[in-house]
C-alpha cells in the first residue's frame, strides 16, 4: 500500500506516521499492492481531525474521525475500516483477496447473515440543467440531504449533499481509477 499524508494546520511527526503505518499494516493482507491510502490530518481549534480513504480496486473505503488527540482519532478511524470490512464481508470477499478478512482480526468473527440490499423505493426525478448554487438551493427547499442533477456548465450529472459539519460536498463523475 502507498500511504499519503497530508497536514492541514498541524505538523505531522514521524511517531505519528509511524503509529498509521502500524496500524495499517494489519490491512495489506486485504488490500492488492496497487491500493492507495491518503491520511488526511486537519486541526480545528482544540480538535484534530484524521480522514483515512483507502482506494483499491475501484473501491473506496473511507473514515473520518475527531478526538482531541490525532492518535485517539486514527485508532478510531482503523477501528471504523474494520467495523466496515468485517459488516460487509461476504459481499466485500469477491473483490477482495479470498478469505483475508478472517485473518485480519484475531477474535472470531460471529458470522452474520448476509443480508440482502433491499430498496424500498424507486424514484424518478427530472435531471434539468442548473448551477450547483441552483441545486443546492433546492436541495435545502425540499430538505434532503442530498440532491441529483445535471450540471450546466459541464453538462454531466452531479450530486450536491450536505456534509457531517454543515458544509456542502459536490460529487462529480470521474472514469479514472
Known sequence: MKITY???KVNLRD???ERVEKKLKKFEKIFSEDAVVNVVVT???NNQTVEITIKDNSM???AEKTQLE???AVDKCIDVLGRQLRKNKAKLEKKLKSGSIDDLFEAPIEEVEEEEYKILRTKQIPVKPVTVDEAILQ???IGHKFYMFTNVD???INVVYTRDDGAYGLLEPSFDD
Open 154 to 156: 459541464t453538462n454531466e
Open 43 to 45: 486541526m480545528n481549534k
Open 70 to 72: 490525532m492518535n485517539d
Open 15 to 17: 511517531n505519528f506516521k
Open 60 to 62: 473506496i473505503y473511507r
Open 139 to 141: 436541495m435545502n427547499m
Open 6 to 8: 497530508t497536514a492541514r
